[in-house]
Structure formats: structure tokens, C-alpha cells
């Protein structure tokens, strides 16, 4: 089950690992650099020692500010906090650390009804993943980790993932098989422990919703980036227009997280 990705910290959700993956020129995502999550919010005391452990530097959290509010993250003490929510919120007074001015320079995108296609166009969710490569080009020390999450760690958190990944020069099949590890991972539930503990006839309904919900398709992100490549003929394209990441950003990045 890729138990290599899936990392065991106590009280954590779906955290997992993004090293390891080759890139299109022959190198490799370094190991304890960059990882990825469901919620935080109850993570261990020995779950706080694990990722301090593994040098948690930044905790950047895309979930909404009511999400955010009603379960906060619990990392370790000396772990950076970012809050940039990813989905559009109608709460202009707390939208997490995202510089909300900037937007004012940006022409709005017309909201797509799809969540997924509205997280790649709309302008308040790219200036989301705009912060968060700001963070990830800040986490230039050996050793020192990065972490981004959502509620499950299946659709904000994925489509950063495919984002992060294409950027470092990931396959995009590769980038898809990362995607769809969450539905491995849900999976795994220990499923007869949960009927134990659920002790009435509608437990099956509502294992079925409940592996249904947390669930990813991997169609879902084919039209993502079908959608990117359409607007902007590649995805590197689209990183330099609308992340605003320079020939030279894209060069550190790779340095960083690349070997």
C-alpha cells in the first residue's frame, strides 16, 4: 500500500510523503521535504514530537477560516502557521495570511461550477497556491519540512499536490497515481472494527458513504489539467502566468527539492 508515502504519526489523517518521485530529467523529489495531509487537528502529543522529529518547518493549512476555527491544527510549537484558504469565502474579515489586496489587480475569473476547475481559475484560490510556492521556495534548509493540508487531504490538498509536482517536473501519470493513493488509504479502514463499533443495520450504508466521500476520481484532475493545457497550452505555462513563477523561481525550486 505504498507504506514508504503513508507516514505514521499519531492522530494524523491521510499525511503522507511526496519524495521519492522521479522527475522528467532523471532526478528525484528529496525525502522529508514536502508533505501532504488530511486534518490536524488531533494530532498527538507524540504526533507533535514525530513531525518536529522530521523538521516541520511550515504548516500551511487551505481550509476555510470556519474549518480552520472549529478544528485547529495542533503542531509543534516551533512549525510556522499558514493559513491560505483555498475556496473562495464570503467572511471578509478573517481569510487566513493570504494578502487579499492583490487581488485587487487582478481581473476576476468567471467561477466555474466545478470545484476542481474553479480551484485552477478562480483568482482568490490562485493567489492561495501563489502563497504557498512563496513558502515552498522559503523552505531552502537540509532537512527542514513543509507541510500543506485539508480537511480529508483528497481535493485542495490534491490539486496543490499536482501543482507542486508538475512544477518539479513530475510525470503527470505519476502526479495521478499520487492522487489516487487517498482512495487506498480510505480504503484500508479497518471495516469489520467499524461495524463493531457503529452496532446497528445501517452500518454498511454508512461505510458505503462514508468510503463514497472521501473518495477521488482520477478523472477529476484528467479535465484539471485538460482544462489548464486548453487556456494555457502547457502546464509550465500556466505556472509562470498565473503562479508568477520565474524561469529563475522554477530553477530554485528544483534545487531545493530535487537530487
Not at 522527475?23 to 507533535?48: C, E, P
Not at 480552520?68 to 510556522?80: C, F, G, L, S, T
Not at 462514508?210 to 484532475?221: K, P, W
Amino acid at each position: 500500500m505504498h507504506s514508504e508515502r503513508l507516514l505514521p504519526v499519531a492522530g494524523s489523517v491521510n499525511l503522507r510523503e511526496l519524495g521519492g518521485y522521479p522527475t522528467h530529467d532523471g532526478q528525484m523529489v528529496r525525502w522529508q521535504k514536502i508533505l501532504r495531509a488530511g486534518d490536524l487537528s488531533h494530532l498527538t502529543r507524540y504526533g507533535r514530537f514525530q513531525l518536529a522529529h522530521y523538521g516541520l518547518k511550515y504548516d500551511i493549512d487551505l481550509r476555510s477560516p470556519r474549518e480552520r476555527n472549529y478544528a485547529p491544527d495542533k503542531i509543534p510549537e516551533q512549525a510556522v502557521f499558514r493559513s491560505y484558504p483555498v475556496y473562495p469565502t464570503d467572511d471578509q474579515e478573517d481569510d487566513g495570511d493570504l494578502p487579499l489586496t492583490e487581488l485587487q489587480t487582478q481581473s476576476q475569473a468567471t467561477l466555474e461550477t466545478d470545484p476542481y476547475q474553479l480551484m485552477v481559475f478562480d483568482s482568490h484560490s490562485q493567489l492561495a497556491f501563489r502563497c504557498l510556492f512563496k513558502d515552498l521556495l522559503a523552505n531552502d534548509q537540509p532537512k527542514q519540512s513543509l507541510l500543506f493540508h485539508c480537511a480529508a487531504g483528497k481535493d485542495r490538498t490534491g490539486i496543490a499536490s499536482f501543482l507542486i509536482l508538475s512544477a518539479l517536473g513530475v510525470n503527470y501519470q505519476i502526479i495521478r497515481q499520487d492522487y489516487l493513493l487517498t482512495n487506498i488509504i480510505y480504503s484500508a479502514v479497518d471495516q469489520d472494527q467499524l461495524r463493531k463499533k457503529l452496532k446497528n443495520k445501517n452500518a454498511a450504508e454508512f461505510i458505503n458513504r462514508m468510503n463514497a466521500s472521501f473518495s477521488v476520481l482520477g478523472e477529476e484532475l484528467d479535465q484539471v489539467q485538460a482544462a489548464i493545457v486548453e487556456k494555457y497550452r502547457t502546464i509550465d505555462q500556466y505556472l509562470q502566468t498565473v503562479m508568477q513563477l520565474s524561469e529563475g523561481d522554477l530553477d530554485l525550486l528544483r534545487k531545493i527539492y530535487l537530487e
